[in-house]
């Protein structure tokens, strides 16, 4: 991201005239990149619910088929809806540094609601996961029981530990996501300001 803002600097001190190369530059770029985190988002989707499968399928029980069913479905789903999100920042090829700005407001935007939408899948995809984890080792079928006596193991708080580091991952990036879209807001108005001025100076 402090990359695109160090490009974006640069290109708001060339004339319009020698920007557009720069801009259809950045904006293919932004493209690639975006496809290549949905290739990878795809990917891991798909090792997580062979690994689900798998792992239903070691130890099958009617409780492990409804809890991996639930896993997958949501996987699925999360997959999909970022799938949706991620087509926002393909966009099109922009050649004007008006029209490029404009598009990475709206990609950063996706990206927000991405961020938010993995902040209220992570509660249910996680209960989820503890639920099948201790349905997987536990020998009485009663996860809860499982997890309640082994809540204090190292394996169960290295656990819960990245639970909360992922949650505040996820804060600190919707908090700087939300904060690149106020500088860029700002950036186009004032670059907007700046036309209206010039145009209004040529008009004279």
Do not use: C
Not at 6 to 14: P, T
Not at 31 to 48: G, P, Q, S, Y
Not at 164 to 173: C, E, H, K, N, S
Request: aromatic letters at 12%; zero cysteines; charged letters at 20%.
């Amino acid at each position: 991201m402090q990359a695109d803002f160090d490009d974006l600097a640069q290109l708001w001190q060339q004339e319009d005239s020698h920007s557009t190369g720069v801009v259809m530059a950045l904006s293919q770029r932004a493209v690639r990149r975006a496809r290549w985190i949905e290739r990878a988002e795809m990917l891991v989707a798909t090792l997580l619910i062979a690994a689900v499968s798998f792992a239903a399928w070691r130890k099958f029980s009617l409780g492990m088929l409804i809890v991996a069913a639930a896993i997958i479905a949501f996987v699925l789903w999360s997959t999909y809806t970022h799938y949706r999100l991620r087509r926002v920042e393909w966009g099109a090829d922009q050649r004007e540094r008006q029209q490029f700005v404009e598009g990475q407001i709206v990609r950063h935007r996706a990206r927000i609601r991405r961020t938010i939408f993995d902040l209220i899948l992570f509660g249910p995809l996680s209960l989820f996961g503890m639920v099948f984890s201790s349905l997987r080792q536990s020998e009485n079928g009663e996860p809860f029981g499982h997890f309640v006596d082994h809540l204090w193991t190292w394996p169960t708080l290295l656990g819960l530990g990245a639970m909360f580091v992922t949650v505040a991952y996820l804060i600190v990036r919707l908090n700087r996501q939300r904060h690149i879209v106020r500088r860029l807001t700002s950036s186009l108005a004032e670059y907007r300001q700046e036309a209206a001025l010039d145009r209004f100076t040529l008009g004279q």
